[in-house]
């Protein structure tokens, strides 16, 4: 079993940045991929970006590409998600996911992959 505990959260201003951390313990080593999701009030949970556990970059939305970055510190088994020039519409709770599942590319981008989940952390972009 794998624990994921999310920090770096706030309330920042339109155009700011953020950096959100993922700490992964547990077996770690089971780990496919993780990703980052975000839900709004109202709004169904929706991929942000996703890496392999090796650091491979996976993909982004494309409502964040050129924006956000997702990497990994191997060491400190932390998955993180710089988020630069934020906008009003990037306001949710943002969760970070595990998984032990080997797929193609594109099944990363589901939430359904994930078997493993955060508690999230709530991000405020006010205009």
């Known amino acids: 079993q794998v624990q994921l505990v999310e920090s770096g959260g706030g309330l920042v201003q339109t155009g700011s940045s953020l950096r959100l951390s993922c700490a992964a313990s547990?077996?770690?080593?089971?780990?496919?991929?993780m990703g980052w999701f975000r839900q709004a009030p109202g709004k169904e949970r929706e991929f942000v970006a996703a890496?392999?556990?090796?650091?491979?970059?996976?993909g982004y939305a494309d409502s964040v590409k050129g924006r956000f970055t997702i990497f990994r510190d191997k060491a400190k088994n932390t998955v993180y998600l710089q988020m630069n020039s934020l906008k009003p519409e990037d306001t949710a709770v943002y969760y970070c996911?595990?998984?032990?599942?080997?797929?193609?590319?594109?099944?990363?981008?589901?939430?359904?992959?994930?078997?493993?989940w955060g508690q999230g952390t709530q991000v405020t972009v006010s205009s």
């Open positions: 996911a595990g998984t032990s599942k080997v797929r193609g590319t594109d099944s990363y981008f589901g939430v359904a992959t994930y078997d493993t």
């Open positions: 547990g077996r770690t080593f089971d780990t496919a991929a």
């Open positions: 890496i392999r556990w090796s650091g491979t970059s996976i």
